[in-house]
């Protein structure tokens, strides 16, 4: 591990390192002197801090990394409202951090001339097309086939939609990407916690899994419609619903006062384990005023109208349920929301037209610089 992620971590290990007291201020404890603190600042630039160590690399230090993890934990929030995941740029080396990187030639390839970087520190080399590494296609064919397979279309009618414009892909191709970048958003997305309601709904809706019926349990946010968590089973009425609580509640880092589901008895069981006294849970078994479960049975809805995507289903632990909600929270605007992605109204901003291509750059050096 990088020297400066290690003693990142062993700050963050300690509780009271690191704390905002302006909204785009941040304080952190020196590691060699309790008593004294260094000033972290949010500019347009990105985040500078005004330790010796970042003065003289210009490059992120571990006080900066202690901030990024605080700010992807949730702790901390820009102007207190929004989390703006910017686009990636490449003003670091992605393996040691330096900001000595240099220009060094091109790489060929279908989609053109890639530019290769090379690190004057660590001297290694990488491209600018972050999170699309060694893939010979344009980034935005392999994002457009992400949103187009998750609005309901197969693989291999993508296949034959890319033909038409006189580019070959094998439909194998496409769903390994499917596989490969639902796995990697899913892993960085789940770190960012929500502005959530404190009302949850939940609901099942059976889906197959080669050729088996199971069944996909599920929670949403009232307010947001923010899909939270989802849990995979083999049966309805004897599944136990703790881990689709437990995730549920991890997600909006909260127990939520109001838990409305249908009339399942493990929903009952699971909330007074799970969220305790505070949460009352509501059993919606007929239709009453605003308490009826309409917004949950819409997302089963979403679910069921893409039965031709979850065909390629083969195994309980399939990536293809996470990039579902992934499309569904932040690349599907919702009329209800008007016009806005449940992410949007969860006041999580993704910059740019191309919402897969941003998360995808962020979600793989995210991966690459995790502590």
């Known amino acids: 591990m990088n020297p400066r992620k290690q003693r990142a971590k062993q700050m ?13 201020k941040f304080r952190v404890r020196s590691q060699t002197n309790p008593e004294k603190f260094y000033i972290i600042t949010r500019t347009g630039n990105g985040l500078v801090c005004e330790c010796p160590d970042h003065i ?7 006080h900066i990394k202690i901030v990024l993890e605080l700010i992807m934990k949730n702790k901390c929030y820009h102007n207190n409202t929004f989390r703006i995941m910017e686009r990636a740029s490449l003003q670091l080396c992605k393996y040691c951090d330096s900001g000595r990187i240099t220009k060094n030639g091109f790489r060929k390839n279908k989609k053109g001339n890639i530019q290769i970087f090379k690190c004057l520190d660590c001297k290694k080399q990488f491209s600018e097309n972050i999170g699309f590494e ?8 392999i994002t457009g086939a992400l949103q187009m397979y998750y609005s309901g279309m197969s693989v291999r009618d993508i296949e034959n939609h890319y033909e038409m414009l006189g580019i070959t892909i094998d439909h194998s191709s496409i769903y390994d990407w499917i596989c490969k970048y639902s796995t990697m958003v899913s892993k960085y997305l789940n770190e960012i916690v929500p502005r959530t ?11 197959k899994v080669n050729g088996e019926q199971k069944y996909l349990f599920a929670s949403m946010d009232d307010d947001t419609r923010y899909w939270l968590a989802s849990d995979l089973a083999d049966t309805k009425f004897q599944h136990n619903a703790d881990k689709l609580l437990e995730l549920t509640k991890k997600a909006i880092g909260k127990n939520p006062t109001q838990f409305i589901t249908d009339g399942l008895p493990a929903y009952k069981k699971s909330s007074k ?10 059993r919606h078994i007929h239709i009453q005023k605003d308490m009826n479960n309409n917004k949950m049975e819409r997302l089963n809805g979403e679910i069921r109208d893409r039965e031709k995507v979850f065909r390629g289903l083969k195994k309980m632990d399939t990536p293809i349920l996470d990039g579902m909600k992934v499309y569904y929270n932040f690349t599907k605007k919702h009329g209800a929301l008007k016009g806005k992605t449940p992410s949007e ?6 910059d740019g037209k191309n919402r897969w291509k941003t998360i995808i750059q962020n979600a793989s050096l995210y991966k690459e610089n995790s502590i």
């Open 56 to 62: 003289t690399r210009k490059a992120d230090c571990k």
């Open 12 to 24: 963050m290990e300690s509780s009271g390192y690191a704390s905002q007291f302006e909204s785009d």
């Open 197 to 207: 309601g404190n009302w949850v709904r939940a609901d099942e809706v059976w889906i």
């Open 134 to 141: 060694k893939i010979r296609y344009d980034e935005n064919i």
């Open 345 to 350: 109204s969860a006041l999580i901003k993704v």
């Open 273 to 282: 384990k799970v969220f305790g006294k505070t949460t009352h849970h509501t």
